[in-house]
């Protein structure tokens, strides 16, 4: 069962993983080229639908009251249509980067 | 349960791989890849969770979800990239916010004051995500005109209804039982999302899609904080972080600050100070402006929105290869808040098959405008917008341009002679080496391509 008081040690735990987690996006963030802030920004997307993880807990257990499943199965849609949608994208979209692109490419009668 | 506390893990280490991949596109693909392992990982690992007694509303949640992300970017065009990407920011916010409304539901008034804080948080900036990224959606698409829409005392109407807002935040937080101050609080969220984003006007786009990003990430953090659940506080933390990133960069592209761009309802000002460049705009030929490229040594590109919504990505990249054939060196010069979103040019080039070492960005592309033969402007405007460099009284003074003015000569393909989207006036146009090719981009493009050939 979840805890529904924090801990006082759990919360200073959470703080502690939010801060670093906060820095190390920072850090990670900040390199990224802004050739690439179109799929990051879908990534990042995609990685925040981890609120899947509370959505299907949600739709799965033994609620109180019946809106909670309800709720919780509106949020597992939605989630995973960012997760799916999310992850999908971006590939597509990294797939048509190319630093060169091999031989030039005879299409549509373009050179002589 | 211990293993599924791994799958947590594995998760979270997974996600910021990924997110290192994408620091160069080489490996950004295989970095996505970890990611996807990571949540695939997550998700089964949740699965297994003992609270978990039902599972065909997560069959069903999942399918149902899954298969319409999937059907979304399999058949979604590039061009409406931000169009999905504001979907998909209200989707993640909905789906935060959902999970706090039925843990309040179910829990309310036996939740500690800390959980019931990280609620707020999670509630206010999840119901406002997910309208303001509605509105948001609406602009882009056309739905809702991209012009500011105004009224007066908004900004004070917005304060008042952000500080109820917080009030009955901070009052739930001393008494959780008070279900009157949640809900309160859930419905000036959803309202004060719509009232933020419509006074935003359609070519400050990249910074609201940027922040809203933040905000979703952020009401996911809040989330893992409400559940104790660390993945959720890192991977929230990590999009939240990149929003806010995205955002300040957009901001220091445009020379403004966050606080003007949210509530400066730019684009809707009178024109006080920028009337003043006048003349004759020069029309130039289809033919005039093939010769100079087939003889150029060097052609910048420089697109914008414009570009977008006449779909002209491929017209220039036939042009282009053209040119290449020819022995010209052609670059493309893209400026960090050209178009709707953050990095949307590179995408749409990058679609129409344009490799990325021809990409530059503005601080590049800069030193190399004086020695080059033609830029060529396609559908971008405030971006190069001479105005901002040079007339301290401009709206954008000091927004940092591609100054493609200084390249011998500028040709400017434009729709029509009316203004860009923030109603300014853009003495570029007027300038004695600056040509106007008027017309749609695409077919601009295409007929040049023709031309080329004949020269």
Known sequence: M??????????????????????????????????????????????SAISVVGALVMAGRENHHEVSTWLGFVAVISASINVVGGFLITDRMLKMFKREIPSKPAKKGSGK | MNLIEFTYLAASILFIFGL??????????????????????????????????????????????????????????MTAMPERTALSHAFGALAAALVGIAEYAEHGSALGRVKVGALGFEIMLGCLTFTGSLIAFGKLYGAIKGTPITFKGQNLFNMTLLAVMIGCFLYLVYDSSAAIAFYTMMSLGFCFGVLLVIPIGSADMPVVMSLLNSYAGLAAAATGFVLGNNVLIIAGTLDGFSGFILSVLMCRAMNRSMKNVLFGAFGAVSETAAGAAAGEMREVSLEDVATQLAYAKQVVFVPGYGMATAQAQYAVRELSNLLEGRGVTVKFGIHPVAGRMPGHMNVLLAEANVPY???????????????????????????????????????????????????????????????????????????????????????????????????
């Open chain 2, 357 to 455: 070492s021809l990409l530059y960005e503005m601080d590049q592309i800069n030193p190399d405008l004086s020695q080059t033969d033609v830029a060529v402007v396609i559908g971008a405007n405030d971006v190069v917008n001479p105005d901002a460099r040079d007339n301290p009284k401009s709206p954008i003074a000091g927004m940092p341009i591609i100054e493609v003015d200084r390249a011998r000569s500028v040709v400017v393909l434009k729709r029509g002679k009316g203004k860009g989207f923030s109603g300014l006036e853009n003495p570029l146009f007027f300038k004695p080496v600056t040509g106007m090719l008027y017309g749609d981009a695409k077919s601009s493009l295409t007929s040049l391509a023709q031309a080329v050939q004949e020269v």
């Open chain 1, 2 to 47: 979840e805890q529904l008081v924090f801990d006082p040690r759990v919360l200073m735990a959470s703080l502690y993983v939010f801060a670093l987690a906060a820095f190390l996006g920072y850090q990670i963030i900040s390199r990224v080229p802004p050739l690439l802030h179109t799929p990051l920004m879908s990534a990042t997307n995609a990685l």
């Open chain 2, 20 to 77: 290192k991949g994408l620091t160069h596109p080489d490996s950004a693909r295989r970095g996505m890849l970890c990611a996807a392992a990571g949540m695939t990982a997550a998700i089964v690992g949740t699965l297994f969770k003992p609270e978990i007694v039902t599972y065909q509303w997560i069959w069903i949640g999942l399918l149902v979800g899954g298969a319409i992300g999937a059907a979304m970017s399999i058949w979604m065009p």
